[in-house]
């Protein structure tokens, strides 16, 4: 089992719908957990910063953790298209020290 | 505000052929790391420097080697180029390992013939 997984996708909504997006982990000992944008042709870039279990908001940005199901998710209500990227999830190493990513999920937005 | 800049952003080699990617940061990170994306592979930790004087062995490093030439400067060094070695190379920094994400630069586009 990986330790980080997450569905490719592609995914694609039309404008103003909400999109959940997730990752499932194995590692109880991660902590800290994050999402990243990429857009085409572009390095990664941090959207979401999470501590721990519960919830972060950030705009039309949700970044939920359930640590107890070893679940994250993000959602972006009134989907615009430019949001159309691949979101990565990722989090800390444990013991390892360095972050985890997942393969990254490719979402388009319809106009 | 510069971040973290990768050079060159595109690169063509033939196989067997040497090459050196750099990588500087102007945030006074202590951390950086070489990372190598391939499609359906994702993002992979090919050496990290945790600190200026230190390197360390990520998940894919054969065939690679790399210098923290400073706290600013990492660079990854391609010896003998292989067709394996096609990639897109992201450099990253932060503050400390893990834990408070990463900044990535934009990435150099490798191709090896």
């Known amino acids: 089992q990986k330790e980080v997984e997450q569905d490719p996708g592609p995914l694609s909504v039309p404008e103003g719908a909400i999109v959940s997006l997730n990752c499932t982990y194995s590692n109880s000992a991660f902590q800290y957990f994050m999402w990243y944008r990429q857009y085409s042709r572009k390095g990664p870039e941090l959207l979401m910063y999470t501590y721990s279990s519960g919830n972060k908001e950030d705009g039309r940005f949700t970044a939920q953790v359930d640590k107890s199901s070893k679940y994250i998710s993000l959602f972006i209500r009134d989907s615009q298209p430019s949001d159309s990227a691949t979101y990565l999830c990722a989090m800390d190493g444990g013991s390892q020290g360095n972050l985890i990513f997942g393969k990254g999920t490719k979402l388009s937005v319809k106009p | 505000n510069a971040g973290v800049t990768q050079t060159p952003k595109f690169q063509v080699l033939k196989t067997g052929q040497s090459m050196t990617l750099q990588c500087a940061q102007d945030?006074?990170?202590?951390?950086m790391y070489w990372y190598r994306q391939d499609p359906g592979m994702g993002l992979r930790l090919i050496y990290y420097?945790?600190?200026?004087?230190?390197?360390d062995k990520g998940e894919v490093p054969n065939g690679y080697n790399v210098s923290r030439l400073n706290k600013r400067e990492f660079s990854l060094r391609l010896e003998s180029a292989a067709p394996s070695q096609t990639s897109v190379y992201f450099c990253?920094?932060?503050?400390?390992?893990?834990?408070?994400?990463?900044?990535f630069g934009s990435g150099t586009r490798l191709t090896v013939v």
């Open positions: 990253a920094s932060s503050e400390v390992t893990g834990a408070y994400g990463y900044t």
């Open positions: 945030m006074n990170h202590n951390s």
């Open positions: 420097s945790a600190s200026e004087g230190t390197t």
